[in-house]
């Protein structure tokens, strides 16, 4: 497994970003290719590769990601009228960089994620 990302080099400052929130457990910065006006991108500062590698000692980074994404969807005015919280898994769900993270998405009405049957 790789012990480097992208997202990794953004949570120790060595490569861009547009950082709007960071702390010790936890960054958010906004997403290179927004698919919503609002499209901001929540790691934790620590490598956990997927959900399927998350462990009880992750789990007060996890919750900080929750209370995160509501402190930026208000700063991004956002909060009243809604936003979505994604988290992909792997390759069949359709993750792309090997760091958890949570997609914050926002900012227009957003239709359904899946068809109902």
Known sequence: MREDTTFLR?????????????DDLVT??????PQAPTHILIVPNVLIPTLNDVRPEHE?????????????????GIAEKGYRLISNCNRHGGQEVYHLHMHLVGGHALGPMLERR
């Open 60 to 76: 007060p980074a996890l919750g900080r990601m929750m209370t995160v994404a509501a402190k930026v969807a208000a700063q991004e």
């Open 10 to 22: 953004i949570v120790q400052g060595q490569a861009p970003a547009d950082v709007v929130y960071q």
């Open 28 to 33: 958010a910065f906004r997403d290179i290719r």
